[in-house]
């Protein structure tokens, strides 16, 4: 890893004197190891004299990543986070050293200074190398024909955790690292993590506890507020409420970003005049919610509200169930399926739900289809057409969906590489082990065709991700839950809603608990609403807590 000023900089003496407020000077011994490998609750480091080399275990090697001289220090972005290091740092001579506990260092970090920017900038800068060059703690044995291993990857992707990828295809002697873990082709993907842990075919939940992604919950800790989803609106949710003092705790099932979270690229979000894609835009909003407090819980979704009294209970998936003062439900939508049972099993495998660089990795030089008419389906095949051979975007209307933003309808219409094909949906999906053919039809002249075809993004419209609710709060007849001045009076006596006041903009049918972005009835479904009403939640979560 070779440093640069901006990814390991040296500390000023004044830097450093600021740094010393907030933590303790203490003396450390040759190979003294100062954090280690999947730990946790590890402390921020100021090399004072001698140096600390951070090294990555692999067996019996420990490769040298980087060495910390005097006036550098260790870390980062996990240090805000809790998760376990990548790493291990030791001391490479004897020396001394300024040691910083993670609440103390996240104070230095919200105190705003020159200081506290450097020492963000140097944080994520270090994890961005670290996934660049694959120097993590886990390795992936899959296939790009296995939609586990497509899954495992993301997961790690959008959660910014470094991987190196073994294709069991490609590369070579992989039969001695199968035989090595006693693992066979069935178990495909198969994660390795750390070196010892062998996890076959695993859940992004099992993922996430062998990386050490979450803190234990305390249960019997009443939260000012739990945000269910971590898109743009439980993301906003989160920063804006640990930045005004909330203790808040947010639930996410898979990654955070949720749909914006796959989009390859947001060109119409204020203040990214050349776009920002939606995992980029949610990692720095992850960041952003660790700095100022908030706790965030990965691939651990809320199952069922207890709604009958206060405060109310969210129960996780795994049991474990969270009072709260006031809750934010953020939980988003999903894209719907193709009606049959025949498409679940290319899911993951010819039949995908986003448009990022991995699934583009995976249809380089071949023709796809892209299914619907809104941004969602604009923004993927505007990005497919950069890598794939052609793009088919079928849509059921006779034109693009008047929602659809005007730059990407033009760049549409003028991309060479784009066929629109209105009136048209997919009648059959075929294959053997993995999608191969695709049928589809014009509604108007009732002509099918068949074509040669193995990849399928699916962005045909969304429902909304409220099962878990359980009966609790008034939805739309779409299922959307409905907020505010959409509560019909007939709606809040069937609910029988206790205060003399109505419900605040956003607050749902039951009082404290609110509804914002996708999953909200009413909602714009842009990623600046979302943003928006986030933000507003935590205003009217204010005034709730105060009553």
Same mark, same amino acid.
């Given at each position: ?38 730990? $946790? ?260 979704? $809320?199952?069922?509200? $207890? ?27 999903? @894209?719907r399926r193709l009606p049959g049972d025949g498409a679940a099993r290319f899911d993951g495998d010819g039949v995908y739900y986003g448009a990022t660089a991995l699934e583009a990795q995976l249809c380089k030089d071949e023709e796809v289809i892209v299914v619907g008419g ?73 002509? $099918? ?54 419900? @605040? ?43």
């Amino acid at each position: 890893m070779n440093g640069t000023a901006d990814i390991f900089p040296t500390l000023s003496e004044p830097q450093i004197a600021q740094i010393a407020a907030h933590g303790r000077r203490r003396s450390v011994r040759a190979g003294e190891v100062l954090f280690e490998q999947g730990e $946790a609750s590890r402390a921020f480091f100021v090399v004072l004299s001698g140096a600390i080399e951070v090294v990555r275990p692999v067996g019996a090697v420990q490769e040298v990543v980087v060495v910390h001289e005097p006036g550098q220090f260790t870390g980062d972005v996990t240090l805000l986070s809790g998760r376990g290091a990548v790493v291990r740092g030791r001391a490479r001579e004897a020396g001394e050293v300024l040691e910083l506990d993670r609440d103390s260092l996240r104070e230095l970090v919200q105190a705003g200074s020159d200081l506290s920017d450097l020492l963000m900038r140097a944080f994520i800068l270090r994890r961005m190398r670290l996934i660049a060059e694959r120097l993590g703690d886990v390795v992936l044995l899959g296939s790009s024909h296995s939609a586990g291993t497509l899954r495992v990857k993301e997961f790690l992707t959008r959660n910014g955790h470094p991987y190196a990828y073994v294709d069991l295809e490609r590369d070579a002697g992989v039969q001695d690292l199968l035989d090595q873990f006693h693992v066979s082709v069935a178990d495909v993907p198969v994660v390795i993590c750390r070196g010892h842990d062998v996890l076959r075919n695993p859940t992004n939940a099992k993922v996430a506890d062998c990386l050490g992604f979450n803190q234990v919950i305390d249960q019997g800790h009443v939260r000012d507020v739990v945000v269910v989803g971590a898109g743009p609106a439980g993301l906003s949710a989160a920063v804006y409420g640990a930045s005004e003092g909330l203790d808040v705790l947010v639930l996410e099932t898979e990654a955070p970003g949720g749909q914006a979270g796959s989009s390859s690229k947001i060109e119409n979000y204020l203040g990214f005049p050349t776009g920002i894609s939606g995992q980029e835009l949610a990692g720095r909003a992850y960041v952003q919610a660790q700095k100022f407090g908030a706790e965030v819980i990965i691939a651990r979704g $809320a199952a069922r509200l $207890a709604c009958d009294r206060r405060p109310y209970v969210i129960e996780i998936d795994g049991g474990e169930r969270v009072p709260a003062r006031a809750i934010i439900i953020a939980s988003g939508v999903q @894209y719907r399926r193709l009606p049959g049972d025949g498409a679940a099993r290319f899911d993951g495998d010819g039949v995908y739900y986003g448009a990022t660089a991995l699934e583009a990795q995976l249809c380089k030089d071949e023709e796809v289809i892209v299914v619907g008419g809104g941004n969602s389906a604009g923004q993927a095949a505007v990005f497919l057409s950069h890598s794939a051979k052609h793009v088919h975007m079928l849509v059921r209307s006779e034109k693009l969906a008047d929602r659809m933003s005007r730059y990407l309808i033009r760049r549409i219409d003028e991309c060479p590489e784009i066929t629109v094909h209105t009136h048209t949906e997919i009648e059959a999906l075929e294959g053997e082990t993995r999608l191969q053919h695709v049928v589809w039809r014009n509604r108007q002249t009732g002509e $099918a065709e068949r074509h040669d075809i193995g990849h399928v993004f699916l962005m045909m419209g969304a429902t909304p991700n409220t099962g878990w609710l359980d009966g609790c709060l008034v939805v739309d007849d779409k299922g959307f839950i409905r907020t505010g001045s959409d509560l019909r009076p007939d709606e809040l006596s069937d609910a029988h809603w206790p205060l003399p006041r109505s419900p @605040y903009l956003l607050e749902t049918s039951l009082p404290g608990v609110f509804a914002v972005g996708d999953v909200r009835s009413g909602n714009i479904k842009r990623v600046a609403s979302g943003v928006g009403e986030g933000s507003i939640s935590i205003h009217l979560v204010h005034k709730v807590l105060a009553e």
